[in-house]
């Protein structure tokens, strides 16, 4: 079977594509012919070393696919040859055919196309555990999204959109915020030219937002939590600004608020029955047409360096998937 391989930490130009042995279900694991596997910008670093998780070599890029059960290994109940899944790898999934653990697989609407069901795990997960889980967000409550033009704020908009909450998707420029309107943002606040806390207060009234799901960090950080309502929760989901912020710890006292990380990956791999109810709850909201992720491009296996290539260039402003059917 094909797969692509990076085979030296030199960056998405060092993977090539090259026959490997077929591989094998083992126990309580299956084997998943692959149709599409999304690329995220954590690929650009895994294959120069710099992500966090460092794969031994050679290893494949792209940590979420989707296709069909081709073969199950001992003791696999709940699904058969032939379902359509998706499931969150980690890395690896640039390949015709991967195992996965059968407790990691979730099965796709028969409406939802492989494309856009293995481009919704990274995103829209992690989107979903934020808010849900960790955010504990209700219908009617206000939830600023910090970076809400990136990939993750613009499906965390989406995901608390469907959740019921009034959503400020907040960007560094008019034209970025355009594109959170056009996903439902019930206002537009563009921080960088604005005073962030004195807008986020008067947009509620003075009272401040319930929820910050905050992807940029930096000097936005800081401001945000000023903003928070009586007990709110302002969620640590990433760093796009470069800089970790520190906060006076007395505003979360004074607010009687919550600072709380989201570490999706993490929580995936210490509790993968909540994950996949989760995910179930986000294809089946895409089955409804509650949410609309975008895929900008599709690829095939051979030319998955320039596929990844568009990432690291910073040209993305949708999901890239390699196809593989």
Request: hydrophobic share 45%; with cysteine; net charge neutral.
């Amino acid at each position: 079977m094909k797969a692509a391989l990076c085979k030296s930490l030199d960056g998405p130009e060092a993977v090539v594509v090259e026959e490997i042995p077929e591989p094998a279900a083992g126990a309580g694991e299956v084997v998943v012919r692959v149709h599409a596997a999304a690329l995220n910008f954590f690929d650009t670093l895994i294959t120069r070393g710099k992500y966090q998780t460092k794969p031994a070599l050679p290893f494949s890029p792209s940590g979420e696919i989707a296709g069909v059960v081709e073969s199950l290994g001992a003791g696999v109940t709940g699904v058969s040859v032939g379902d359509r899944v998706a499931a969150a790898l980690g890395y690896g999934g640039a390949r015709e055919k991967v195992v996965v653990s059968a407790e990691s697989l979730i099965p796709v609407p028969d409406s939802v196309s492989d494309e856009v069901a293995s481009a919704v795990s990274v995103t829209f997960g992690t989107a979903i555990h934020g808010l849900k889980d960790r955010g504990r967000v209700k219908a009617g409550e206000t939830v600023a999204i910090l970076g809400a033009s990136g990939g993750a704020g613009q499906a965390a908009i989406e995901i608390a959109k469907a959740m019921g909450a009034r959503v400020i998707a907040a960007a560094a420029s008019d034209d970025k915020l355009e594109v959170c309107r056009a996903l439902g943002a019930d206002d537009l606040v563009n921080y960088d030219a604005v005073d962030l806390k004195e807008t986020l207060k008067a947009l509620t009234g003075g009272r401040g937002v319930d929820v910050v799901y905050d992807c940029v960090g930096g000097k936005y950080a800081e401001p945000a939590v000023r903003a928070l309502a009586w007990q709110g929760r302002f969620l640590v989901v990433g760093f796009a600004a470069g800089d970790i912020p520190k906060l006076p710890l007395n505003l979360l006292m004074l607010k009687g608020a919550d600072a709380i990380g989201v570490f999706w990956g993490e929580a995936v791999k210490r509790d993968p029955a909540g994950h996949r109810a989760n995910m179930i709850d986000v294809l089946r909201w895409v089955s409804e047409g509650k949410l609309a992720p975008r895929i900008q491009a599709t690829y095939p296996l051979a030319e998955i360096r320039e596929a990844i290539g568009v990432i690291d260039r910073r040209e993305a402003a949708g999901k890239i998937v390699v196809t593989l059917r």
